[in-house]
Protein backbone atom coordinates (compact mmCIF):
# COMPACT_ATOMS: atom_id res chain seq x y z
CA UNK A 1 0.00 0.00 0.00
CA UNK A 2 1.10 3.23 -0.50
CA UNK A 3 3.02 5.25 2.44
CA UNK A 4 0.87 7.87 4.19
CA UNK A 5 1.71 11.61 4.67
CA UNK A 6 1.64 12.54 8.19
CA UNK A 7 -1.14 15.30 7.93
CA UNK A 8 -3.29 11.55 6.25
CA UNK A 9 -2.02 9.66 9.44
CA UNK A 10 -3.28 12.17 11.73
CA UNK A 11 -6.62 11.88 10.15
CA UNK A 12 -6.60 8.22 9.92
CA UNK A 13 -5.99 7.98 13.88
CA UNK A 14 -8.73 10.94 14.72
CA UNK A 15 -11.28 9.11 12.00
CA UNK A 16 -10.89 5.21 12.45
CA UNK A 17 -8.46 5.17 15.40
CA UNK A 18 -5.80 3.59 13.07
CA UNK A 19 -2.69 4.12 13.46
CA UNK A 20 -1.28 1.34 11.23
CA UNK A 21 -2.64 -0.52 8.54
CA UNK A 22 -5.87 -2.56 10.50
CA UNK A 23 -6.43 -6.30 10.45
CA UNK A 24 -9.18 -7.30 8.10
CA UNK A 25 -10.62 -6.18 5.20
CA UNK A 26 -10.12 -2.66 4.47
CA UNK A 27 -10.04 0.27 1.69
CA UNK A 28 -8.65 3.51 2.27
CA UNK A 29 -8.97 6.06 0.08
CA UNK A 30 -7.14 8.84 -0.04
CA UNK A 31 -7.82 12.19 -1.85
CA UNK A 32 -10.08 10.51 -4.30
CA UNK A 33 -8.35 7.12 -4.92
CA UNK A 34 -7.87 4.20 -3.26
CA UNK A 35 -4.97 3.64 -1.65
CA UNK A 36 -4.89 0.27 -0.16
CA UNK A 37 -7.46 -2.42 -0.18
CA UNK A 38 -7.32 -5.87 1.60
CA UNK A 39 -10.44 -8.48 1.21
CA UNK A 40 -10.70 -11.90 3.36
CA UNK A 41 -11.75 -14.93 2.79
CA UNK A 42 -15.33 -13.49 4.27
CA UNK A 43 -15.65 -9.93 3.48
CA UNK A 44 -14.94 -8.75 -0.20
CA UNK A 45 -14.07 -5.43 -1.39
CA UNK A 46 -14.30 -4.65 -5.15
CA UNK A 47 -14.60 -1.25 -7.11
CA UNK A 48 -17.79 -0.20 -8.39
CA UNK A 49 -17.68 -0.09 -12.15
CA UNK A 50 -20.26 2.73 -12.95
CA UNK A 51 -19.82 5.31 -10.39
CA UNK A 52 -17.27 6.22 -7.66
CA UNK A 53 -17.24 3.78 -5.00
CA UNK A 54 -17.38 0.10 -3.60
CA UNK A 55 -19.36 -2.92 -2.51
CA UNK A 56 -18.85 -4.47 0.23
CA UNK A 57 -20.22 -7.92 0.61
CA UNK A 58 -20.00 -9.65 3.77
CA UNK A 59 -20.58 -13.51 3.59
CA UNK A 60 -23.51 -15.23 5.59
CA UNK A 61 -22.37 -16.11 8.91
CA UNK A 62 -19.31 -14.21 9.35
CA UNK A 63 -18.59 -13.46 12.81
CA UNK A 64 -16.06 -11.22 14.77
CA UNK A 65 -14.83 -9.59 11.41
CA UNK A 66 -14.15 -5.78 10.79
CA UNK A 67 -14.23 -3.47 7.50
CA UNK A 68 -12.36 -0.23 7.83
CA UNK A 69 -13.39 2.28 4.91
CA UNK A 70 -11.77 4.99 5.99
CA UNK A 71 -11.49 8.67 3.97
CA UNK A 72 -9.00 11.36 3.63
CA UNK A 73 -8.88 14.45 2.07
CA UNK A 74 -5.47 16.28 2.96
CA UNK A 75 -5.90 18.27 -0.46
CA UNK A 76 -7.78 21.66 -1.36
CA UNK A 77 -10.30 21.92 -3.63
CA UNK A 78 -11.26 17.92 -3.53
CA UNK A 79 -15.01 17.32 -4.29
CA UNK A 80 -16.32 13.91 -4.68
CA UNK A 81 -19.17 12.04 -4.00
CA UNK A 82 -18.64 8.44 -3.68
CA UNK A 83 -21.05 5.60 -3.27
CA UNK A 84 -20.60 2.39 -0.83
CA UNK A 85 -23.00 -0.65 -0.94
CA UNK A 86 -22.80 -3.11 1.58
CA UNK A 87 -24.20 -6.46 1.54
CA UNK A 88 -24.31 -8.34 4.72
CA UNK A 89 -24.89 -12.19 4.90
CA UNK A 90 -27.94 -13.83 6.89
CA UNK A 91 -26.73 -13.86 10.27
CA UNK A 92 -23.54 -12.14 10.32
CA UNK A 93 -21.82 -10.20 13.22
CA UNK A 94 -19.59 -7.92 12.08
CA UNK A 95 -17.92 -3.95 13.04
CA UNK A 96 -17.67 -2.10 9.98
CA UNK A 97 -15.80 1.27 10.78
CA UNK A 98 -16.01 4.17 8.39
CA UNK A 99 -15.04 8.07 8.46
CA UNK A 100 -13.95 10.67 6.92
CA UNK A 101 -11.74 13.40 7.55
CA UNK A 102 -10.59 16.65 5.66
CA UNK A 103 -7.47 18.50 6.23
CA UNK A 104 -7.81 21.64 4.47
CA UNK A 105 -5.12 23.97 3.81
CA UNK A 106 -6.22 26.26 0.77
CA UNK A 107 -8.60 28.27 -0.17
CA UNK A 108 -10.59 26.21 -2.54
CA UNK A 109 -13.60 24.40 -0.51
CA UNK A 110 -13.58 20.70 -0.08
CA UNK A 111 -16.47 18.30 0.18
CA UNK A 112 -17.08 14.64 0.58
CA UNK A 113 -20.42 13.13 -0.11
CA UNK A 114 -20.63 9.43 0.97
CA UNK A 115 -23.76 7.96 0.10
CA UNK A 116 -23.80 4.83 2.06
CA UNK A 117 -26.49 1.60 1.57
CA UNK A 118 -26.71 -1.05 3.50
CA UNK A 119 -28.24 -4.49 3.27
CA UNK A 120 -28.52 -6.33 5.94
CA UNK A 121 -29.40 -9.65 5.96
CA UNK A 122 -31.82 -11.95 7.92
CA UNK A 123 -30.44 -12.42 11.77
CA UNK A 124 -27.62 -10.52 11.08
CA UNK A 125 -26.01 -7.62 13.38
CA UNK A 126 -24.07 -4.76 12.31
CA UNK A 127 -22.04 -2.25 14.51
CA UNK A 128 -21.30 0.50 12.26
CA UNK A 129 -19.06 3.31 13.38
CA UNK A 130 -18.35 6.65 11.47
CA UNK A 131 -17.06 9.60 12.51
CA UNK A 132 -16.37 12.58 10.58
CA UNK A 133 -13.34 15.41 11.27
CA UNK A 134 -11.66 18.55 9.91
CA UNK A 135 -8.72 20.71 10.46
CA UNK A 136 -6.46 23.05 8.43
CA UNK A 137 -6.30 26.58 8.11
CA UNK A 138 -7.18 27.61 5.46
CA UNK A 139 -10.27 29.16 4.15
CA UNK A 140 -11.85 26.51 2.28
CA UNK A 141 -14.32 24.90 3.84
CA UNK A 142 -14.81 21.32 5.23
CA UNK A 143 -17.40 19.94 3.99
CA UNK A 144 -19.57 16.27 4.57
CA UNK A 145 -22.53 15.50 3.43
CA UNK A 146 -23.65 11.84 4.32
CA UNK A 147 -26.31 9.80 3.14
CA UNK A 148 -26.67 6.57 4.78
CA UNK A 149 -29.27 4.40 3.97
CA UNK A 150 -30.45 1.32 5.78
CA UNK A 151 -32.43 -2.00 4.64
CA UNK A 152 -32.60 -4.59 7.31
CA UNK A 153 -34.64 -7.75 6.69
CA UNK A 154 -36.36 -10.09 9.88
CA UNK A 155 -34.64 -9.94 13.15
CA UNK A 156 -31.55 -8.01 11.74
CA UNK A 157 -30.10 -5.53 13.91
CA UNK A 158 -27.90 -2.44 13.33
CA UNK A 159 -26.13 -0.12 16.06
CA UNK A 160 -24.66 3.04 14.42
CA UNK A 161 -22.56 5.43 16.22
CA UNK A 162 -22.27 8.59 13.97
CA UNK A 163 -19.85 11.18 15.32
CA UNK A 164 -18.61 14.63 14.28
CA UNK A 165 -17.01 16.62 17.11
CA UNK A 166 -14.74 19.06 15.58
CA UNK A 167 -13.79 21.13 12.44
CA UNK A 168 -16.34 20.44 9.80
CA UNK A 169 -17.86 23.26 8.75
CA UNK A 170 -20.82 22.60 6.60
CA UNK A 171 -22.79 18.75 6.99
CA UNK A 172 -26.40 17.62 6.32
CA UNK A 173 -26.65 14.42 7.20
CA UNK A 174 -29.98 12.07 5.88
CA UNK A 175 -30.43 8.64 7.01
CA UNK A 176 -32.89 6.53 6.06
CA UNK A 177 -33.91 2.75 7.49
CA UNK A 178 -36.60 0.15 6.37
CA UNK A 179 -37.07 -2.11 9.26
CA UNK A 180 -39.04 -5.80 8.84
CA UNK A 181 -40.62 -7.83 11.71
CA UNK A 182 -38.16 -7.65 14.63
CA UNK A 183 -35.80 -5.93 13.14
CA UNK A 184 -34.07 -3.58 15.73
CA UNK A 185 -31.88 -0.40 15.03
CA UNK A 186 -30.17 1.78 17.78
CA UNK A 187 -28.85 5.09 16.55
CA UNK A 188 -26.35 7.15 18.34
CA UNK A 189 -25.18 10.57 16.93
CA UNK A 190 -22.99 13.06 19.10
CA UNK A 191 -22.34 16.24 17.41
CA UNK A 192 -20.38 20.01 18.19
CA UNK A 193 -20.50 22.67 15.87
CA UNK A 194 -18.25 25.68 17.04
CA UNK A 195 -17.36 28.96 15.07
CA UNK A 196 -19.93 29.73 12.64
CA UNK A 197 -20.34 25.70 11.42
CA UNK A 198 -23.38 24.41 10.59
CA UNK A 199 -24.69 20.63 11.19
CA UNK A 200 -28.60 19.45 9.87
CA UNK A 201 -29.02 16.09 10.79
CA UNK A 202 -32.23 13.71 9.43
CA UNK A 203 -33.57 10.40 9.98
CA UNK A 204 -36.41 8.90 8.46
CA UNK A 205 -36.98 5.48 10.01
CA UNK A 206 -40.12 3.26 9.14
CA UNK A 207 -40.79 0.43 11.41
CA UNK A 208 -42.34 -1.33 8.87
CA UNK A 209 -42.63 -4.89 10.32
CA UNK A 210 -43.86 -6.66 13.90
CA UNK A 211 -42.09 -6.11 16.32
CA UNK A 212 -39.57 -4.14 14.95
CA UNK A 213 -37.98 -1.18 17.14
CA UNK A 214 -35.83 2.00 16.81
CA UNK A 215 -34.12 4.59 19.16
CA UNK A 216 -32.67 6.94 18.07
CA UNK A 217 -30.57 9.64 20.27
CA UNK A 218 -28.34 12.48 19.16
CA UNK A 219 -26.54 14.57 21.90
CA UNK A 220 -25.24 17.93 20.40
CA UNK A 221 -23.59 20.70 21.52
CA UNK A 222 -23.93 24.37 19.65
CA UNK A 223 -20.82 26.63 20.60
CA UNK A 224 -20.51 30.15 19.26
CA UNK A 225 -22.49 31.19 16.35
CA UNK A 226 -22.83 27.42 14.99
CA UNK A 227 -26.45 26.38 13.68
CA UNK A 228 -27.61 22.76 14.15
CA UNK A 229 -30.57 21.13 13.04
CA UNK A 230 -32.10 17.63 14.29
CA UNK A 231 -35.04 15.87 12.45
CA UNK A 232 -35.92 12.62 12.88
CA UNK A 233 -39.93 11.19 11.72
CA UNK A 234 -40.37 7.76 12.86
CA UNK A 235 -43.00 6.31 11.37
CA UNK A 236 -44.43 3.16 13.01
CA UNK A 237 -46.67 0.84 10.12
CA UNK A 238 -46.78 -2.16 12.27
CA UNK A 239 -47.17 -3.15 15.84
CA UNK A 240 -43.40 -1.54 17.16
CA UNK A 241 -41.79 0.55 19.37
CA UNK A 242 -39.77 3.72 18.06
CA UNK A 243 -38.05 5.98 20.45
CA UNK A 244 -36.10 9.08 19.66
CA UNK A 245 -34.35 11.87 21.99
CA UNK A 246 -32.69 14.95 21.25
CA UNK A 247 -30.69 16.21 24.01
CA UNK A 248 -28.80 19.47 22.98
CA UNK A 249 -26.48 22.11 24.84
CA UNK A 250 -26.35 25.58 23.66
CA UNK A 251 -23.54 27.69 24.22
CA UNK A 252 -22.65 31.14 22.63
CA UNK A 253 -24.80 32.51 20.30
CA UNK A 254 -24.97 28.74 19.64
CA UNK A 255 -28.42 28.07 17.78
CA UNK A 256 -30.35 24.68 17.83
CA UNK A 257 -34.25 23.47 16.15
CA UNK A 258 -34.78 20.08 17.09
CA UNK A 259 -37.75 18.57 15.17
CA UNK A 260 -39.00 15.58 16.59
CA UNK A 261 -41.46 13.85 14.54
CA UNK A 262 -43.70 10.60 15.30
CA UNK A 263 -46.26 8.98 12.67
CA UNK A 264 -48.81 6.26 14.22
CA UNK A 265 -49.55 4.40 10.99
CA UNK A 266 -50.88 1.16 13.18
CA UNK A 267 -53.06 1.31 16.21
CA UNK A 268 -50.50 -1.17 18.32
CA UNK A 269 -47.23 1.53 17.09
CA UNK A 270 -45.99 2.66 20.23
CA UNK A 271 -43.73 5.86 19.56
CA UNK A 272 -41.94 8.66 22.13
CA UNK A 273 -39.79 11.49 21.28
CA UNK A 274 -37.91 13.24 23.62
CA UNK A 275 -36.73 16.76 22.88
CA UNK A 276 -34.56 18.88 25.05
CA UNK A 277 -32.33 22.17 24.55
CA UNK A 278 -30.68 24.00 27.46
CA UNK A 279 -27.50 25.92 28.47
CA UNK A 280 -25.59 24.01 31.04
CA UNK A 281 -27.18 24.06 34.46
CA UNK A 282 -25.82 26.50 36.34
CA UNK A 283 -25.41 24.15 39.54
CA UNK A 284 -23.22 21.21 37.31
CA UNK A 285 -20.39 24.10 36.46
CA UNK A 286 -20.62 24.94 40.92
CA UNK A 287 -20.24 21.62 41.72
CA UNK A 288 -17.07 20.89 39.66
CA UNK A 289 -16.12 24.21 40.96
CA UNK A 290 -16.38 23.27 44.80
CA UNK A 291 -13.69 20.33 43.65
CA UNK A 292 -11.33 23.03 42.09
CA UNK A 293 -12.10 23.41 38.78
CA UNK A 294 -12.62 26.80 37.00
CA UNK A 295 -15.45 27.86 35.37
CA UNK A 296 -14.08 26.93 32.33
CA UNK A 297 -12.46 23.16 33.45
CA UNK A 298 -15.82 22.71 34.34
CA UNK A 299 -17.87 23.04 31.16
CA UNK A 300 -15.33 21.25 29.42
CA UNK A 301 -15.74 18.46 31.58
CA UNK A 302 -19.72 18.49 31.46
CA UNK A 303 -19.19 18.59 27.37
CA UNK A 304 -16.78 15.51 27.56
CA UNK A 305 -19.54 14.27 29.44
CA UNK A 306 -22.27 14.96 27.37
CA UNK A 307 -20.49 13.62 23.83
CA UNK A 308 -18.91 10.66 25.50
CA UNK B 1 -9.12 27.62 61.32
CA UNK B 2 -12.26 29.67 59.80
CA UNK B 3 -13.51 33.08 61.08
CA UNK B 4 -16.34 34.47 60.35
CA UNK B 5 -16.43 38.14 60.92
CA UNK B 6 -19.96 40.02 61.33
CA UNK B 7 -21.62 38.39 58.08
CA UNK B 8 -24.95 39.66 56.92
CA UNK B 9 -27.33 38.37 53.86
CA UNK B 10 -30.39 39.53 52.67
CA UNK B 11 -32.55 38.01 50.15
CA UNK B 12 -35.97 38.90 48.52
CA UNK B 13 -39.30 37.71 50.09
CA UNK B 14 -41.98 38.79 48.40
CA UNK B 15 -40.68 41.37 47.16
CA UNK B 16 -38.86 42.92 50.32
CA UNK B 17 -35.33 42.11 51.80
CA UNK B 18 -35.37 39.85 54.58
CA UNK B 19 -32.38 39.21 56.70
CA UNK B 20 -31.46 35.80 56.28
CA UNK B 21 -28.46 36.78 58.17
CA UNK B 22 -27.67 39.23 60.46
CA UNK B 23 -24.55 39.74 61.45
CA UNK B 24 -23.01 36.46 62.88
CA UNK B 25 -19.46 36.31 63.88
CA UNK B 26 -18.29 32.79 64.51
CA UNK B 27 -14.63 31.17 64.91
CA UNK B 28 -14.56 27.25 63.63
CA UNK B 29 -11.11 25.72 65.12
CA UNK B 30 -9.04 22.98 63.41
CA UNK B 31 -9.52 19.63 64.71
CA UNK B 32 -12.75 19.96 65.47
CA UNK B 33 -16.41 18.80 64.05
CA UNK B 34 -18.57 21.63 64.36
CA UNK B 35 -22.23 21.04 64.07
CA UNK B 36 -24.64 24.02 62.70
CA UNK B 37 -28.41 23.11 63.89
CA UNK B 38 -31.14 25.33 64.03
CA UNK B 39 -35.19 25.46 62.80
CA UNK B 40 -35.71 25.60 59.31
CA UNK B 41 -35.21 28.57 57.26
CA UNK B 42 -32.66 29.60 60.41
CA UNK B 43 -30.01 30.57 57.92
CA UNK B 44 -27.73 27.62 58.46
CA UNK B 45 -27.87 26.10 54.99
CA UNK B 46 -27.08 29.99 53.98
CA UNK B 47 -23.79 30.24 56.21
CA UNK B 48 -22.05 26.71 54.67
CA UNK B 49 -22.65 28.33 51.01
CA UNK B 50 -21.10 31.59 52.07
CA UNK B 51 -17.96 29.20 53.45
CA UNK B 52 -17.91 27.79 50.33
CA UNK B 53 -18.10 30.98 48.15
CA UNK B 54 -21.36 29.52 46.86
CA UNK B 55 -23.01 32.94 48.11
CA UNK B 56 -21.50 36.05 48.87
CA UNK B 57 -22.50 38.04 52.07
CA UNK B 58 -23.77 41.33 51.62
CA UNK B 59 -21.41 41.81 54.34
CA UNK B 60 -18.62 40.88 56.81
CA UNK B 61 -15.47 39.17 56.18
CA UNK B 62 -14.30 35.28 56.15
CA UNK B 63 -10.70 34.65 57.03
CA UNK B 64 -9.45 31.17 56.01
CA UNK B 65 -6.36 30.14 57.98
CA UNK B 66 -5.07 33.59 58.25
CA UNK B 67 -6.42 34.52 54.47
CA UNK B 68 -9.24 36.91 53.87
CA UNK B 69 -11.36 34.75 51.03
CA UNK B 70 -14.32 37.19 51.45
CA UNK B 71 -14.07 37.85 47.60
CA UNK B 72 -12.54 34.94 46.23
CA UNK B 73 -14.10 32.35 43.94
CA UNK B 74 -15.42 28.90 44.88
CA UNK B 75 -12.54 27.66 42.88
CA UNK B 76 -9.58 29.26 44.87
CA UNK B 77 -11.44 28.31 47.63
CA UNK B 78 -11.73 24.71 47.05
CA UNK B 79 -7.79 25.06 46.13
CA UNK B 80 -7.30 26.38 49.54
CA UNK B 81 -8.36 23.41 51.37
CA UNK B 82 -12.22 23.86 51.56
CA UNK B 83 -14.79 21.28 50.19
CA UNK B 84 -18.64 21.50 50.05
CA UNK B 85 -20.84 18.55 49.96
CA UNK B 86 -24.43 20.48 48.70
CA UNK B 87 -27.64 19.35 50.56
CA UNK B 88 -29.39 18.45 47.35
CA UNK B 89 -26.64 17.34 44.68
CA UNK B 90 -26.94 17.90 41.06
CA UNK B 91 -27.29 15.39 37.91
CA UNK B 92 -24.87 15.30 35.04
CA UNK B 93 -26.16 13.59 31.82
CA UNK B 94 -22.77 11.18 30.57
CA UNK B 95 -20.35 12.05 33.90
CA UNK B 96 -19.43 8.36 35.57
CA UNK B 97 -19.30 8.05 39.06
CA UNK B 98 -15.76 7.30 38.36
CA UNK B 99 -15.64 11.08 36.71
CA UNK B 100 -16.52 12.70 39.74
CA UNK B 101 -14.15 11.09 42.31
CA UNK B 102 -11.21 11.46 39.91
CA UNK B 103 -12.31 15.10 39.45
CA UNK B 104 -12.19 15.56 43.32
CA UNK B 105 -9.00 13.69 43.40
CA UNK B 106 -7.70 16.27 40.74
CA UNK B 107 -5.51 13.70 39.45
CA UNK B 108 -5.62 12.19 35.15
CA UNK B 109 -4.34 8.39 37.27
CA UNK B 110 -6.77 7.55 39.35
CA UNK B 111 -7.03 3.64 39.58
CA UNK B 112 -10.68 2.39 39.88
CA UNK B 113 -9.07 0.40 43.18
CA UNK B 114 -8.60 4.05 45.09
CA UNK B 115 -12.04 5.12 43.48
CA UNK B 116 -14.08 2.34 45.20
CA UNK B 117 -12.68 2.96 48.62
CA UNK B 118 -14.57 6.27 48.57
CA UNK B 119 -18.06 4.81 47.49
CA UNK B 120 -17.25 1.68 50.29
CA UNK B 121 -16.78 4.69 52.91
CA UNK B 122 -20.35 5.60 51.79
CA UNK B 123 -21.69 2.30 51.37
CA UNK B 124 -22.14 1.78 48.34
CA UNK B 125 -21.10 -1.83 46.26
CA UNK B 126 -17.98 0.34 44.85
CA UNK B 127 -18.59 -2.38 41.57
CA UNK B 128 -21.98 -1.56 40.90
CA UNK B 129 -21.71 2.30 40.81
CA UNK B 130 -18.17 3.63 40.04
CA UNK B 131 -19.20 2.71 36.14
CA UNK B 132 -22.65 4.49 36.13
CA UNK B 133 -23.66 7.70 34.83
CA UNK B 134 -24.53 10.41 37.81
CA UNK B 135 -27.95 10.86 36.20
CA UNK B 136 -31.49 10.85 36.56
CA UNK B 137 -31.08 6.64 37.00
CA UNK B 138 -29.45 7.35 40.86
CA UNK B 139 -32.18 7.66 43.57
CA UNK B 140 -32.05 10.58 45.72
CA UNK B 141 -30.15 8.42 48.12
CA UNK B 142 -27.42 6.97 46.22
CA UNK B 143 -26.75 10.75 44.47
CA UNK B 144 -26.56 12.13 48.17
CA UNK B 145 -24.24 9.42 48.87
CA UNK B 146 -22.19 10.15 45.80
CA UNK B 147 -22.04 13.39 46.78
CA UNK B 148 -20.13 12.75 50.42
CA UNK B 149 -18.44 10.48 48.81
CA UNK B 150 -16.60 13.22 46.19
CA UNK B 151 -16.18 15.35 49.31
CA UNK B 152 -13.83 12.56 50.87
CA UNK B 153 -12.15 12.19 48.28
CA UNK B 154 -11.08 16.01 47.80
CA UNK B 155 -10.06 15.70 51.60
CA UNK B 156 -10.76 18.70 52.18
CA UNK B 157 -8.87 20.54 54.78
CA UNK B 158 -12.34 22.25 56.23
CA UNK B 159 -15.06 20.15 54.60
CA UNK B 160 -18.32 21.03 55.06
CA UNK B 161 -21.75 18.88 54.48
CA UNK B 162 -25.04 20.76 54.47
CA UNK B 163 -27.55 18.25 55.83
CA UNK B 164 -26.00 15.13 54.44
CA UNK B 165 -28.63 13.06 56.49
CA UNK B 166 -31.64 14.22 53.64
CA UNK B 167 -32.49 11.74 51.65
CA UNK B 168 -30.66 8.77 53.32
CA UNK B 169 -32.44 6.41 54.44
CA UNK B 170 -32.96 5.07 58.19
CA UNK B 171 -30.75 1.85 57.08
CA UNK B 172 -27.97 4.08 55.78
CA UNK B 173 -28.01 6.47 58.50
CA UNK B 174 -25.35 4.48 60.96
CA UNK B 175 -23.89 4.24 57.91
CA UNK B 176 -23.36 7.75 57.30
CA UNK B 177 -22.55 8.34 61.50
CA UNK B 178 -19.64 5.72 60.64
CA UNK B 179 -18.25 7.95 57.84
CA UNK B 180 -18.38 11.42 60.18
CA UNK B 181 -16.62 9.15 63.16
CA UNK B 182 -13.73 7.74 60.71
CA UNK B 183 -13.45 11.28 59.10
CA UNK B 184 -12.96 12.68 63.10
CA UNK B 185 -10.36 10.52 64.13
CA UNK B 186 -8.39 10.92 61.09
CA UNK B 187 -9.18 14.99 61.48
CA UNK B 188 -5.56 16.26 62.62
CA UNK B 189 -5.26 19.90 60.87
CA UNK B 190 -8.34 19.41 59.61
CA UNK B 191 -12.19 20.72 60.18
CA UNK B 192 -15.50 19.17 60.06
CA UNK B 193 -18.61 21.09 59.60
CA UNK B 194 -21.80 19.79 59.16
CA UNK B 195 -25.22 21.30 58.84
CA UNK B 196 -27.85 18.95 60.55
CA UNK B 197 -30.69 18.42 62.45
CA UNK B 198 -30.24 15.20 63.63
CA UNK B 199 -29.85 14.18 67.04
CA UNK B 200 -27.53 11.82 66.65
CA UNK B 201 -25.21 13.55 64.39
CA UNK B 202 -25.30 16.33 66.89
CA UNK B 203 -24.22 13.99 69.40
CA UNK B 204 -21.18 13.06 67.54
CA UNK B 205 -20.01 16.92 67.67
CA UNK B 206 -17.15 18.53 69.59
CA UNK B 207 -18.99 21.95 69.18
CA UNK B 208 -22.24 22.64 68.46
CA UNK B 209 -23.75 26.19 66.81
CA UNK B 210 -27.52 27.09 66.74
CA UNK B 211 -28.38 29.37 64.32
CA UNK B 212 -32.07 30.87 64.69
CA UNK B 213 -33.33 34.01 63.21
CA UNK B 214 -30.22 34.52 61.44
CA UNK B 215 -28.34 35.41 64.50
CA UNK B 216 -26.02 32.90 66.33
CA UNK B 217 -28.50 31.47 69.21
CA UNK B 218 -25.92 29.80 71.03
CA UNK B 219 -22.21 27.58 71.16
CA UNK B 220 -21.50 25.14 73.49
CA UNK B 221 -20.59 21.23 73.94
CA UNK B 222 -23.19 18.51 72.88
CA UNK B 223 -23.84 17.74 76.40
CA UNK B 224 -24.95 21.71 76.77
CA UNK B 225 -26.46 22.34 73.45
CA UNK B 226 -28.65 19.17 73.00
CA UNK B 227 -31.05 19.74 76.44
CA UNK B 228 -31.41 23.32 75.49
CA UNK B 229 -32.86 22.16 71.68
CA UNK B 230 -34.90 19.22 73.24
CA UNK B 231 -38.74 19.95 73.29
CA UNK B 232 -38.71 23.28 71.68
CA UNK B 233 -39.00 23.80 68.46
CA UNK B 234 -35.19 24.59 67.49
CA UNK B 235 -34.37 21.44 65.82
CA UNK B 236 -37.24 20.15 63.57
CA UNK B 237 -39.68 22.95 63.76
CA UNK B 238 -42.03 19.80 62.85
CA UNK B 239 -45.73 20.79 63.23
CA UNK B 240 -47.64 19.14 66.12
CA UNK B 241 -48.91 16.19 64.75
CA UNK B 242 -52.40 17.16 66.87
CA UNK B 243 -52.61 20.08 64.91
CA UNK B 244 -53.78 18.42 61.51
CA UNK B 245 -57.21 17.12 63.67
CA UNK B 246 -57.73 20.62 65.19
CA UNK B 247 -61.50 21.86 64.33
CA UNK B 248 -62.83 18.49 64.03
CA UNK B 249 -63.18 16.80 59.75
CA UNK B 250 -65.46 19.47 58.48
CA UNK B 251 -62.69 22.08 58.73
Request: negative net charge; glycine residues 10%; aromatic residues 4%.
Amino acid sequence: MKELDETSKMILAEVADLHKIPVGAFNIRENGESVGRNSTANIEIVSKTDKSGIDIKIKPGTKNESVHIPVVISKTGVNEAVYNDFYIGEDADVLIVAGCGIDNCGSADSEHDGIHRFFIGKGAHIKYVEKHYGSGKGTGKRILNPVTEVYMEENSSCEMEMVQIKGVDDTTRVTKAELKEGAKLLVSERLMTHDDQRAISKYDVDLNGEGSSADVVSRAVARDRSYQEFEATISGNAPCHGHSECDSLIMDQGVVLAVPALKANNVDAELVHEAAIGKIAGEQIMKLMTLGLTEQEAEEEIINGFLK
Amino acid sequence: MLELKNITYNAPEEGIDKAILDDVSLTIPNGKLTVITGPNGGGKSTLAKIIAGVIRPDSGKIIFNGTDITDMSVTDRARMGIGFAFQQPVRFKGIKVFDLIRLARRTENLTTGDACKYLAAVGLCAKDYINREVNASLSGGELKRIEIATVLAKNSEMSVFDEPEAGIDLWSFQNLIEVFNAMRENIEGSSIVIISHQERILRIADEIVLIKGGKLSARGSADEIIPMLMGTDSVTNTCNIADIWKGGAKS
